[in-house]
């Protein structure tokens, strides 16, 4: 134990502390093997003499989606700058703002220098150092006791979605799996990636087109999508497409950047995207508008649905004798009334009721459309406030095509944001909308490296026997009522790595009540953000670009990270952390691997060596297309769809929920498109649904956006951006502010039941009235008082349990 240090001030003591710890700045930093030497040696302008220069290659790695390739440019053992590397597809070659400023980060004075352990109240900034040793030895001996004396699952695992390298982000997956511990399961995104997975199929990349094939649409929808904010790496592209001649319409109720460039912008009312989807379905079929080949071809429209149990009407319903191993394959009908497979029947009809050997079934395409059937235009106009010439005329362009639906993750944020994905999906699959240049639906974020040749088997050691998982908005009521779905559950500590959950899980003041409920909170960080702030101990990892790592997804490239400088400090990288841990717990057979070794073994599988793919090989060329180059990688261009059905799917025969911890849903429900109004954030009586009563005390909708200066809560400190944008603003519609006499830059204070914040009120007329918009991604330390994650709620829909972040209503008062 090295010393106390008491913190009043948070910004001021953290860098006392910081000052009487470890190596000072810079001093410990030694020049990584293996990059390239700079051709010329330039001269450093302080030293005046010759200065060791060498350029690494880099990717930027946090969860903007990006996975930019970056040259490092280190001199005498320091990184002094970042740019775009040189990939040899020019449309690649971009990084933004904090691409730039990554050595802000790795040189933040800030940095956890050494392993600390809390001293104080929690949250107090209280601390004293201790060694690598204390450290893992308090840690394993607490686990092990943990363990014998409440089960194997009261220690849980809590990843996020701050690296994602193959070995930061997994490894220390398969300590919790060779612990028996528990995962909480993050809940970002869900119903995005539950639609893409099981009613479209993840492809070899994703499920969409590569981004580049975008300047081949003609109408691209912005659905609930801010790019030239959130991904600005792919703006570009978007706006190629346009000064092609493509329309791009923006879907959204606030006035965004990307709306600014819009030709047609849809005001929407928030939470009713559904609503106008079901609609633009039910007119493309009543005006005759579906494409009936691609339906009978791609799609499960033709596929028979019982009556008697809404499952698809198979061979072994009409007595076939199915073989092992072979596919018990859906039936179909044509015209005349024959019936087989989709291999027997060649011209299938898609519409009607039959009865098939006595079994009384109706096709899928036919149960689609009647459950958007009572979705007139009209209809659909007045919930979603939008008029319904603007529908019609949205209608005309989508189906004329070659159109793509680029999915933002807006409607995601609501409890009833579930089926958006899905009937997104149905509306490109009825319209042919898929399959081709400049048609797709979904986010163009590539999965290639991790689907194809990231061994999976090795994320899980031999003897693992992993725990039971949880969803991380109903972690505090698993803990409070000491079960699971009637599991057994008595958690007592929580590892957190890659992730800062106090930052951005909903409900933040109910984290709080969690952690005060456990024994013990490790978290794995580069500084002493929110969530590490609230914790026991907390142990410092590397930088990015302090050692090696495999970038498998996000840009159409394999990318390689060079160890470009040696760790700061006492940091370490997570491999080596979990490897210490596993050993002090005894589970050293199982981690013996250095980082390399791990990073290697994951390129020694069937797909990499097909496609000659090694970490030697990586290692020498930096970076590996692996979209295939020209032409564009298309999404389902073979007709062939990674579903249950290797078709499009817009009728889940078999809901299954995006993660199984044992909860019941409607399966009834789940099989096809619905709308219903938000969990909370519906403060308008419209039709039949009335307002929720709570509108009256908090009338507004509280959203939050993409943070242009930050990726998520990373990037937060750099000063370089806190000078183009310095502190939590929200923005407000002129109406609702003068309504409570509040200025352009005023402080105001937001709040509800939950909790509160103070924001700088920016007055914009492009805020939809009653709803508020705060770019997400400030810390504690940042805001005047409050958080905004004190005002999120943490109800969710089991089906995909996910955190709603704009379903939540609020007021705001002049601070
Ligand atoms: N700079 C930066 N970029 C990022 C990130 C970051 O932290 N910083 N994070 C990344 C991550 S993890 C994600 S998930 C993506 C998110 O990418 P986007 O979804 O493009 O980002 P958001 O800013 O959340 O934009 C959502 C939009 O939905 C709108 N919206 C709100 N309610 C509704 C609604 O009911 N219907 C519709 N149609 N729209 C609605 C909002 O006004 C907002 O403009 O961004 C990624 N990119
Ligand atoms: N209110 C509101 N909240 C939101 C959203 C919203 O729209 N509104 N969006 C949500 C969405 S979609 C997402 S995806 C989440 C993202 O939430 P997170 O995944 O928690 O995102 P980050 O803020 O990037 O946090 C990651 C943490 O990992 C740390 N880290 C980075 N690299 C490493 C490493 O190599 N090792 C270790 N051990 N740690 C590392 C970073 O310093 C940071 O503290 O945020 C969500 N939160
Ligand atoms: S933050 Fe995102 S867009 Fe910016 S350089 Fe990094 S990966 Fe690229
Ligand atoms: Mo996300």
Not at 421 to 444: H, R, S
């Amino acid at each position: 134990m090295d010393e106390t240090t008491r913190i009043s001030d948070r910004n001021f003591g953290r860098r006392t502390f910081l000052r009487g710890s470890a190596a000072a700045l810079g001093l410990a930093v030694v020049a990584g093997a293996g990059c390239a030497p700079k051709d010329e040696l330039e001269t450093s302008p302080e030293a005046g003499k010759p200065a060791d220069e060498k350029v690494c290659s880099g990717v930027c790695r946090g969860n903007c989606f990006g996975g930019c390739a970056l040259d490092i440019k280190v001199r005498d053992g320091k990184v002094v700058a970042t740019t775009a590397a040189k990939l040899p597809d020019e449309q690649y070659r971009r990084i933004c703002q904090r691409g730039h400023s990554h050595l802000q980060r790795i040189y933040d004075p800030d940095r956890l220098k050494a392993p600390v352990r809390r001293v104080g109240e929690r949250g107090s900034g209280e601390w004293e150092q201790i060694t690598w040793e204390e450290a893992i030895d308090e840690i394993a001996s607490k686990w092990k006791q943990y363990q014998e004396e409440s089960g194997k699952e009261s220690v849980a695992f809590m990843a996020g979605s701050g690296n994602f390298g193959v070995a930061a982000a997994n490894y220390a997956g398969r300590l919790r799996d060779r612990m028996g511990a528990t995962t909480v399961q993050f809940c970002y995104d869900n119903c995005y990636f539950h639609a893409g997975i099981h009613a479209e199929g993840v492809g070899d990349g994703f499920n969409s087109n590569e981004i580049a094939d975008i300047v081949n649409a003609k109408c691209i929808i912005l659905w609930g999508s801010n790019p030239a904010v959130a991904q600005p790496q792919n703006w570009h592209f978007i706006m190629d497409a346009q000064r092609a001649g493509a329309k791009i319409i923006v879907i959204d109720p606030n006035f965004t950047v990307s709306a600014s460039h819009a030709d047609m912008f849809i005001p929407i009312r928030p939470g009713t995207d559904n609503a106008l989807l079901m609609a633009m379905v039910n007119y493309v079929h009543e005006n005759g508008l579906a494409d009936a080949d691609y339906i009978k071809k791609a799609t499960v429209g033709p596929f028979l649905v019982k009556e008697s149990d809404g499952k698809f009407l198979r061979q072994s319903d009409l007595g076939v004798e199915i073989a092992k191993d072979a596919v018990d394959a859906p039936i179909v009908c044509d015209a005349n009334g024959n019936h087989g497979t989709s291999e027997e029947v060649s011209d299938p009809v898609f519409e009607g009721t039959f009865e098939i050997e006595g079994i009384k079934v109706t096709c899928a395409y036919t149960l689609l459309v009647e459950s958007c059937k009572k979705w007139s235009l009209a209809r659909a106009a007045e919930l979603c406030d939008i008029s319904e010439e603007t529908i019609g005329e949205l209608i005309k362009l989508y189906v004329e095509g070659p159109s793509t639906i680029y999915q933002g993750f807006g409607p995601d944020h609501y409890v009833n944001g579930e089926r958006v994905y899905f009937t997104q999906i149905a509306l490109a699959a009825i319209t042919g909308n898929i399959g081709k240049p400049g048609a797709t639906c979904g986010y163009e974020w590539t999965y290639a490296g991790l689907l194809k040749y990231v061994k999976p088997a090795l994320l899980t050691p031999k003897d693992a026997t992993p725990g039971m998982t949880v969803v991380s908005p109903n972690l505090l009521d698993n803990v409070k009522a000491k079960e699971v779905e009637g599991k057994p559950f008595d958690l007592r500590s929580l590892y957190i790595w890659v992730s800062n959950p106090l930052g951005n899980q909903t409900d933040r003041n109910s984290w709080i009540e969690l952690f005060n409920m456990l024994d013990l909170v490790v978290v794995v960080d580069m500084r002493l953000g929110d969530t590490a702030n609230y914790a026991d101990i907390v142990l410092p990892c590397v930088h990015w670009f302090e050692a090696e790592e495999i970038m498998p997804q996000t840009s159409p490239y394999l990318l390689l990270q060079e160890k470009a400088v040696d760790p700061l400090y006492e940091s370490k990288t997570d491999v080596d952390i979990v490897n210490m841990l596993a050993k002090a717990m005894g589970f050293e057979d199982d981690f013996s691997m250095s980082l390399e070794e791990y990073l290697a073994a994951t390129l020694e599988n069937d797909g990499a060596k097909t496609d000659g793919i090694t970490w030697d090989r990586l290692k020498d060329e930096k970076y590996i297309d692996i979209m295939g180059g020209d032409p564009y990688y298309i999404h389902g261009g073979t007709g062939v769809f990674r579903t249950a059905t290797t078709r499009l799917n817009f009728y889940y025969e078999k809901p299954a929920p995006y993660i199984n911890y044992g909860q019941s849903f409607d399966v009834e429900k789940a099989r096809l498109p619905y709308w219903e109004p938000p969990a909370e954030a519906w403060p308008q009586t419209v039709a039949e649904f009335e307002a929720n009563p709570l509108a009256e005390k908090y009338p507004l909708i509280f959203t939050t956006e993409r943070n242009r200066m930050k990726c998520h809560t990373q990037w937060g400190h750099a000063p370089w951006l806190l000078e183009l944008y310095s502190e939590p603003t929200i923005r407000i519609n002129p109406n609702d502010a003068q309504a409570r006499g509040i200025s352009d830059g005023d402080h105001v204070r937001a709040f509800n039941d939950r909790g509160e914040a103070v924001f700088m009120a920016e007055i914009h007329a492009g805020c939809r009235p009653g709803v508020v918009v705060a770019p997400k991604g400030w810390e504690e330390d940042q805001f005047i008082k409050g958080h905004y994650s004190n005002l999120t709620s943490r109800a969710f829909n089991p089906f995909t349990p996910n955190n709603c972040f704009f379903d939540a209503l609020i007021e705001i008062e002049k601070a």
